[in-house]
């Protein structure tokens, strides 16, 4: 007897089937025989798709935002989330991270708070805005790497008469999955209007190689300011030794460095991995594929990226989003430094971190 003469279910045994299912759907209950290739895909098959924005547009939409949205309590920052098109409207750039482009103006203000969420923020371009972490005041410039983690109080003041606009990196999606997000307003006045011209982690930790004996470490960076001289000054390093002969680089013309807390030597932050990346000219990176998403921001110069199928010419300023275990390369003509974050610490504490440099077979 072949398989096509096997007998079909009976009309009785049909409807005993259906009845079991209508009790299953009646207990809250989902058989997996029916399911099981959508909860477990051979790989990974994300909602998020890969997606460009552009700060030729994100700025002047930021500035207009300035002119007609106050900051203060209750909306609490002018931050505008970049949605990525496959997460159904939600305020995500990837299903784990959330990335904005933050505005404040000339000699404002925006309130103190605290939550478990942790931040970063990146600076493309200006100066003359304050980060006050735990009453620490930090100078925010261009290229700098500041961070706020979680369940520490933070605030702004801008004391130029100039607006500025940055980028700001959170794990909100991640941590309203797991249903772990608290939020607290801090006092109504800022705790401090100073102005330092070195914050007090930095006078503390910012030392390469030497770490404060007795000073407490955290889970997340004690430094709170990454500078962009010594971020530029790394990755020259890297590309100069290489051209001399000496190992030190990611791939050939491809330099990385990773901003990592100095206590521990893990990463910066505990669910958020951030990385600066230097191509040298006419550089093309291997395609690569991640379990884990990213965005990425150029920071100076131009390429060609292409995710999976996509195509995107981007320059400076544009951010970029790299869904997991889409396939990524970068080329590019003229050398290019774009900042990077991922969700990669949560992937490796958890044992799921895996990447491919080619297709697998």
Known sequence: MTSTDVPGPTAEDQAELEAMYDAFDAAHMKPLWTQIGGLMPTVPRPDAVPALWRWSTLLPLAERAGELVPVGRGGERRAIALANPGLGGAPYATPTLWAAIQYLGPREEAPAHRHTQSAFRFVVDGDGVWTNVEGDPV???????LLTPGMHFHEHHNTSDRPMAWIDGLDIPLVRGLDAGFFEEGPEQLATRRTPPVSRNERL?????????????TPASPLMAYRWKHTDAALTAQLELE???YPGVLEPGHAVVRYTNPATAGDCLNTIRCEMHRLRSGTRTAPTRTAGSSV???????????????????GTGDLFAVPSWARLSIETGGGLDAFHFSDAPVFDALGLARTHTKDPA
């Not at 100078?139 to 790497?145: I, N, Q």
């Not at 930790?205 to 470490?217: F, N, R």
């Open 139 to 145: 100078a925010m410039r261009r290229g700098d790497l």
């Open 205 to 217: 930790w910012a030392h390469p190689g030497l770490t404060p004996v007795g000073a407490p470490g």
């Open 296 to 314: 990425w921001q150029v920071f100076d110069g131009t390429a060609t990226v292409s995710i999976d199928a996509e195509s995107f010419d981007v």
């Open 243 to 245: 051209a001399a002969g």
